[in-house]
């Protein structure tokens, strides 16, 4: 309870200013380095002007501080509770296998809203087809080299020698593959500006598409040869675009604003580095599923028989499932831990500072 409330801000203004200043250091030098002593210090700074806040509150009088103390709070609390790291050496190791999998498990929702939407794009286009073929030129007019018959297709394909495939060209079609799908990649998170409606647009279209592939080999008997063609590069690839939507949807969610008293510029600058991690994160694996679209999934039976195929593309996903949700999580639940720690200790100082 304060009693003297000219008094009470008289004192407690020091701590403030001093909160400011830190915050606004580390705002104008995102990669300032921040040892344990300063990050316990700027959280004890944020413990009592939280505090200070929720007391000045009740006096109506004070709105203007009222507003300055919010604003303080809000900018401390999104550089303590960000993602980004502030060691000045960059640890790609761990960068991979610790950060991108925490960021990508932090905001899956966003995943699985796009996984959704791709889903549900993909059950209108196979629909569409499966109760109409003449909208097979609609659908799919965009890849001519979809629009014919799939077994004809699969009898060319399997007709064709392992050294009539891409001869000496695998590196340049590789290339070509990693290009476009990054492209792709950033075109989705790029969307995100539009409030994220262009990336659930982008999406359904993804997913219509792919739907009526399905469908349409399905229907001709070719399901082995579809699987066989699309798991190897598809498993890594697909996930890939949607990580990048995540990232889009993100973006759009902190555009728009619901639910959060922050302004646009702290909301943008707290998911920053998020976005950055997200997308990158995409473009290696799209890097990936370059390759092995460029060197397995275009050989066929009998040159590369579809049962390996599909076993190698299974295992991937495996692997890319057990990556995503596991990977880092036991340091990353130490680090919490340890942080945790570090804030029930201050949290008791301010505890005995209040009393």
């Known amino acids: 309870m304060i009693i003297d409330l000219r008094q009470f801000i008289e004192t407690e203004r020091k701590i403030w200013d001093e909160l400011d200043q830190r915050i606004q250091r580390l705002e104008n ?6 040892s344990v002593t300063d990050a316990e210090r700027i959280y004890y700074l944020y413990e009592r002007t939280s505090s200070a806040l929720v007391r000045i509150t009740t006096f109506a ?11 303080l709070v809000a900018r401390a609390y999104t550089e303590l509770n960000e993602v980004r790291s502030r060691d000045r050496n960059f640890n790609l190791v761990r960068w991979f296998f610790v950060t991108f999998p925490a960021t990508f498990r932090r905001y899956r929702r966003f995943f699985l809203f796009a996984l959704i939407l791709t889903i549900s794009g993909g059950a209108f286009g196979g629909l569409a087809l499966a109760f109409d073929p003449e909208a097979k030129p609609a659908l799919l007019g965009a890849f001519p080299h979809l629009l014919g018959d799939p077994n004809e297709r699969v009898r060319e394909e399997e007709a064709k020698e392992g050294s009539q495939r891409l001869a000496g060209e695998h590196t340049t079609f590789s290339a070509m593959l990693m290009t476009h799908n990054t492209r792709v990649a950033i075109g989705v998170l790029a969307l995100g500006m539009t409030w994220a409606i262009g990336t659930m647009i982008l999406l359904f279209y993804n997913g219509a598409i792919l739907g009526a592939v399905i469908v349409d080999y ?24 949607l990580i990048a939507a995540q990232a889009g949807l993100l973006l759009g969610q902190a555009l728009i604003g619901w639910g959060s008293s922050e302004s ?11 976005l950055v991690t997200l997308i ?21 039976q009998p040159v590369v028989p579809y049962a390996a195929k599909i076993g190698f593309g299974l295992t991937e996903l495996l692997v890319l499932i057990a990556f995503l949700c596991f990977s880092g999580r036991s340091r990353q639940d130490a680090e919490t831990k340890n942080l945790t720690r570090r804030r029930l200790r201050i949290s008791r100082q301010d505890a005995k500072f209040s009393d």
């Open 29 to 34: 030098d995102p990669n300032t380095a921040l």
């Open 264 to 274: 646009i510029g702290q909301r943008l600058r707290s998911i920053g580095t998020a």
């Open 280 to 300: 990158c994160g995409a473009g290696l694996m799209l890097i990936w599923a370059g390759i092995i679209e460029s060197f397995l999934s275009q050989y066929h």
């Open 61 to 71: 009088a004070e709105p203007s501080l009222v507003l300055f103390l919010q604003s």
């Open 218 to 241: 399905v229907r001709a008997g070719q399901s082995v040869f579809l699987a066989g063609w699309l798991l190897p590069h598809g498993v890594v690839e697909i996930p890939a675009i």
